[in-house]
């Protein structure tokens, strides 16, 4: 659990990236939880487009992926939701 303060300086990180990733009509599958793993574990934070096909909202989908692969939602705009989750092997960004 991270706390506001952290979060907030996530948002920071966030605001400056590209979506890396779009959930459409298939929704959230084991495949997709795994790229969004792999890619958290490499980078720590990354932010996602919902399309408006996929029937969830931001906050809807980044509760469910949050919960599936142990992340935690920094911020959900829009259509769009930034997910962090501190990398095992090599941590890059240091929370204050």
Do not use: H, W
Not at 50 to 58: C, E, H, P, Q, R
Not at 80 to 91: A, G, H, T, W
């Amino acid at each position: 659990m991270i706390t506001s303060k952290q979060r907030s300086y996530l948002r920071t990180f966030g605001n400056k990236l590209q979506p890396l990733f779009q959930l459409g009509k298939a929704g959230i599958e084991q495949n997709f939880l795994k790229q969004i793993e792999e890619a958290l574990e490499s980078r720590e934070i990354i932010k996602i487009k919902v399309l408006n096909n996929s029937g969830l909202t931001a906050r809807e989908a980044s509760d469910i992926i949050c919960e599936s692969i142990g992340a935690e939602a920094v911020q959900s705009i829009g259509s769009k939701c930034v997910l962090y989750k501190r990398s095992i092997k090599k941590p890059i960004i240091e929370l204050p």
